[in-house]
Nanobody, 127 residues
Framework: QVQLVESGGGLVQPGGSLRLSCVAS????????IGWFRQAPGKEREGVSC????????IYADSVKGRFTISRERSKNTVYLQMNSLKPEDTAVYYC????????????????????WGQGTQVTVSS
């Protein structure tokens, strides 16, 4: 059974950092793309960052470039999202999702390509 579990969210002050984890089970990440998305209250879910596991290629939304870093740890079947210099507008529920068929990078932020999603982890940036 394919399952994704996110963790690492929490409350942090502006300028702070968090590292989110996405642990996959029931399949091996090697042939997949993992995307991080977020959804703020009253807003649509949007793509934040994606990584193609096989070759490590990454892509970032303009709003997080230079602040967020996505990485993979194959031995743990895990993808991380390191978030630095956090801003109040980063407040959202963060989800990871997986796809074996998404065209990279063209389709990486299009939710319809993704077949399995985690339950989400809340990130709140506030003083």
């Amino acid at each position: 059974q394919v399952q994704l579990v996110e963790s690492g969210g929490g409350l942090v002050q502006p300028g702070g950092s968090l590292r989110l984890s996405c642990v996959a089970s029931g399949f091996t990440l090697d042939s997949y793309t993992i995307g991080w998305f977020r959804q703020a209250p009253g807003k649509e879910r949007e793509g934040v960052s994606c990584i193609k596991i096989s070759d490590g290629r990454t892509i970032y939304a303009d709003s997080v470039k230079g602040r967020f870093t996505i990485s993979r740890e194959r031995s743990k079947n895990t993808v991380y999202l390191q978030m630095n210099s956090l801003k109040p507008e980063d407040t959202a529920v963060y989800y990871c999702a997986t796809s074996a068929r998404v065209p990279f990078p063209k389709g990486t932020f299009q939710r319809g390509w993704y077949d399995a999603w985690g339950q989400g982890t809340q990130v709140t940036v506030s003083s």
